[in-house]
């Protein structure tokens, strides 16, 4: 609950019926993920960047905690989570589409839409949306990509900040700022006559703060709209699936595939994870699924566009073969409850309600973290170990390797799915297991909850700086209030 006088300044930014202290409404921002405890005292949202600076303006001089979010529930993450008491901003009504450049494969948006709301937009206008895998439903799309969530297409990943171009941003100060070719000179419609597109995001001059405000959960400045790189719409797709008993066979089909930037969607998922997202029912249909699968499964896709798109898919798929029979292994256009067909409509839409995944048991949390894909078999033997040790089945991890930035590092991701009553042990095993793969050389690069301290403990250097340039951007520490290493004691 907040003061009435409060509720009265909140109200006069965004209006009455935007301002809400409904319990209903608040206890999806209780928790997420591994991250729990959150005080949500009032919900406000804002319709206009105009609107989003009067609050920063109201929560500097009222000394408030405000936590930016524009994904609908579930929490997934818990970086939206407030660490104790906030207010939470819900930009949800800004969803905009404000344009859709195929010329340049940019497109313009506002947080508040979604992957539901862009893909049959782009398709429209002959543009594909690039995509992390499987989506949630109402999951912004500009959220996604602010917290570097892994695309499933990596020869077009090219830079950690892919496929985030340029931002309107407003720090903690309630100071405006325009990054990349978006700056200026000139204002937007102004650009676009002569022919800009928003599509450098370095700069102005040196700077680069996208870079800053990317993984930073809402700690350095709030994003009212960013443009995205798009890609071409394909006028030929085709999916296939490499089943193999050995990831290491995988691995070097991976490499060699990766390396001359062959195919278009490219993951590596193993037998539960696979079956988990194929599943169309959930429960013991998932691990029915799963016992009929490979142990790993590659699954990649190739294009054609425009021009001359028989002959693109027909060389892909001969070199794509060829390198296939080097690492021993062999493409199928089906797997056990799935075709190439399915496979593409998954690949290419967010997940139906209720969520992947929770169908297998109803609750999960994901335990991911960047490395090279070398390494991951000793992950998987830590992962295991660690489930051992806490009595959970390992053939129920889901495992899903991501290659990013054209394969030259993996995200590489374990699910751990359980029944609600069991979240307490699930949640020991999630938390030893981060311990024993930070250890191991697990780069926790989106340090959501307990894993903060994992990451910026190894880094106090890291730390100092970053407290640096936070006092610069949030002076008063009103933006999302004791996440990441910023502690809550910091507040001026």
Not at 110 to 135: C, H, N, S, W, Y
Not at 242 to 271: G, H, Q
Not at 413 to 427: C, I, K, V
Request: overall charge neutral; hydrophobic content about 40%.
């Amino acid at each position: 609950m907040i003061a009435p006088e409060l509720k009265q300044k909140l109200s006069a930014i965004v209006g009455a019926e935007d301002v809400t202290e409904d319990e209903g409404v608040l206890s999806s921002w209780r928790s997420g993920g591994a991250v729990a405890g959150g005080e949500p005292a009032a919900l406000v949202r804002p319709s206009s960047t105009a609107e989003v600076r009067a609050l920063l303006k109201l929560a500097r001089e009222e000394k408030l905690n405000l936590v930016f979010s524009s994904s609908a529930p579930p929490r997934l993450r818990g970086d939206s989570v407030p660490a104790g008491e906030g207010i939470m901003v819900d930009m949800s009504k800004m969803d905009r589409i404000v344009r859709l450049d195929r010329r340049n494969k940019v497109a313009l948006i506002e947080p508040g839409v979604t992957f539901e709301r862009l893909i049959p937009e782009a398709d429209a206008a002959g543009l594909k949306v690039l995509m992390p895998l499987r989506p949630k439903r109402g999951k912004s799309v500009l959220a996604s990509a602010l917290e570097r969530e892994p695309i499933i297409i990596p020869k077009y990943h090219w830079d950690m900040t892919d496929p985030m171009l340029c931002t309107e941003l407003v720090f903690g100060s309630g100071d405006l700022f325009r990054t990349g070719s978006a700056a200026g000179p000139g204002s937007l419609e102004q650009q676009w006559a002569a022919g800009g597109a928003q599509k450098n995001p370095m700069g102005p001059a040196q700077t680069d703060f996208v870079r800053v405000v990317q993984g930073a959960q809402g700690t350095m400045a709030a994003v009212t709209w960013c443009t995205l790189k798009l890609e071409v719409k394909p006028t030929i797709h085709r999916i296939w699936f490499v089943p193999d008993r050995k990831l290491s066979r995988l691995s070097e089909f991976t490499y060699r595939s990766l390396r001359p930037k062959l195919a278009d969607e490219w993951l590596i998922l193993n037998s539960y994870a696979l079956a988990a997202l194929i599943s169309e029912k959930g429960g013991e249909e998932v691990d029915a699924l799963a016992q009929r699968q490979a142990p790993w499964t590659a699954v990649y896709g190739v294009s054609g566009y425009e021009y001359l798109p028989q002959e693109r898919v027909a060389y892909q798929e001969r070199d794509l073969a060829r390198h296939a029979q080097a690492a021993g292994v062999v493409p199928s256009p089906e797997v056990a409850g799935c075709s190439w067909k399915g496979m593409e409509r998954i690949l290419s839409s967010p997940s139906p309600e209720p969520y992947y995944k929770t169908a297998p048991r109803g609750d999960f949390l994901d335990l991911f973290f960047l490395s090279t894909l070398d390494r991951v078999p000793a992950f998987l033997e830590i992962m295991e170990a660690e489930a051992e040790r806490f009595s959970y089945p390992a053939q129920r991890i889901g495992a899903y390797i991501q290659p990013i930035q054209q394969g030259r590092n993996v995200h590489v991701e374990f699910t751990l799915y359980f029944r609600p009553a069991d979240r307490e042990m699930a949640q020991a095993l999630f938390l030893s297991a981060s311990r024993a793969l930070s250890e191991a050389g697990a780069f926790f690069s989106r340090p959501y909850g307990p894993w903060a301290e994992l990451a910026y403990a190894r880094c106090p250097d890291t730390v100092a700086a970053l407290r640096k340039v936070k006092a610069i951007l949030d002076p008063d520490h009103v933006l999302n209030r004791g996440k990441l290493c910023f502690e809550a004691r910091e507040v001026v």
